[in-house]
């Protein structure tokens, strides 16, 4: 079922509420992030974070979960952080912003984590980061790139991915506007689940293209729970778009190309966000139907970052098979907090938020650094799916094929 704009805001004002509720109920407690248990102490730091493991996105979450407890076993196997071994705090919250920020309050009042790490996609970070800034515990979240996030004055927030949403139709618009006029796609259609990160950048690409001469022809958000996409796939059809650009975040990305297959329509161009990283994507489509789809990337097994050739093997070796973009993800969000960790020498949270202003940190995913707002400040990479793996195409200097694909074949 489609939802459009009003409901959205509606749900958003709702999410509002509740959070604004509980952070009145944590603060008559007196809670704040200097209760945490002195550095000193022989007992475990103890990290808390809230994961959508169950719910529409569990198959994004249960591999970034992963990527969390890989990073905690490595910390652990050389020494912990502060001299002491460290422990995670997981809690559920189903894709839902009230629980997950019944969850994230749970954490600080009941449970009195040393820590937070954040959640998964941007429509729960938007909820559970006013917690964290309220009661001032250093926030580092792995997916959440929405604008909206960082356009609060937040100073405990911290993006841990190269950009956020504003540029992530950079690459790709980029690749269009090098394009031979006639080869450029003249019409478009957007769709896109509702999540403040897509529906962000829909309205990017819609402006961006639309500089460039590309005529949107349609334009649909649709909600979270939905399962059915032949609806969608036969309006975008009638149509009839040379580029489709669907703002996607797992089985939804899945669901609409399986749709479009049934109803028989194969766009000229195909970019997708975040789907085509999710583990099961190439065996859900089919490897030959993937062939040409673009995406954005924050992270690539093949980067010659220093610890990146370490974690992928290391990741391999522990769960069988290679981290996804998620797992990736997580891992860096850890690689940032435990980096300030140390740096400071406590968890003191106004120091480590502090010297993460401060200072850049070299993670799997490069070096990163953030303005005032949490913002990080580097960019993404456009990827193509060439032979059943995703190749950087762009920018160059990180380009793994000078190949690009286009048109994209048809659906086999």
């Known amino acids: ?185 003249q019409t478009l259609a957007l769709v896109q689940i509702d999540d403040p990160n897509t529906t962000q950048a829909a309205g990017l690409f819609k402006q961006q293209l639309g500089a460039l001469g590309v005529r949107t022809v349609y334009d649909e958000t649709y909600a979270p729970d939905t399962s059915n996409f032949d609806s969608i796939a036969s309006s975008i059809k009638q149509k009839n778009p040379d580029l489709v650009i669907n703002g996607a975040i797992a089985v939804d990305g899945m669901s609409l190309i399986q749709s479009m297959q049934k109803v028989g329509f194969a766009p000229k161009m195909l970019y997708q966000m975040n789907a085509p990283t999710d583990p099961t994507y190439v065996k859900t489509v089919g490897t030959a139907n993937t062939e040409g789809i673009f995406t954005y990337l924050g992270w690539s097994p093949e980067a010659t970052y220093p610890t990146n050739a370490g974690f992928v093997s290391g990741y391999t070796k522990k769960y069988g098979y290679a981290p996804s973009e998620d797992a990736a993800n997580s891992y860096t969000a850890g690689q940032v907090l435990a980096t300030a960790v140390k740096a400071v020498g406590s968890l003191d949270q106004v120091k480590i938020r502090d010297w993460l202003h401060a200072n850049p940190v070299d993670t799997i995913v490069g070096t990163l650094k953030w303005d005032e707002s949490g913002r990080p400040q580097g960019d993404m990479l456009l990827g193509q799916f060439q032979k059943g793996s995703i190749e950087i195409v762009a920018p160059k200097d990180a380009a793994t094929t000078e190949t690009v694909i286009n048109p994209k074949p048809t659906w086999q």
Request: hydrophobic share 40%; proline share 5%.
């Open 1 to 185: 079922m489609l939802r459009n704009h009003y409901f959205t805001r509606l749900r958003r004002v709702a999410a509002a509420a509740a959070v604004a509720s509980l952070i009145a109920l944590t603060a008559a407690c007196g809670i704040t992030g200097g209760d945490n248990k002195s550095s000193d102490s022989d007992d475990p730091i103890v990290i808390g974070m809230s994961l959508p493991l169950t719910g529409p996105v569990a198959d994004r979450a249960k591999p970034g979960m992963e990527g969390y407890q890989y990073w905690v076993d490595e910390l652990n196997e050389k020494g912990g952080l502060l001299g002491r071994k460290v422990e995670l705090k997981v809690l559920d919250d189903g894709f839902d912003q009230q629980t997950a920020v019944s969850d994230y309050n749970r954490l600080i009042s009941q449970d009195k984590v040393d820590l937070l790490l954040g959640t998964f996609s941007s429509d729960l970070n938007v909820a559970v980061a006013p917690i964290a800034e309220r009661f001032g515990y250093v926030y580092v979240e792995p997916s959440g790139g929405a604008d909206e996030i960082f356009e609060r004055g937040f100073k405990y927030l911290f993006f841990a991915q190269p950009a956020t949403t504003q540029k992530l139709p950079d690459r790709f618009v980029d690749l269009i506007e090098s394009m031979p006029a006639a080869e450029r796609p």
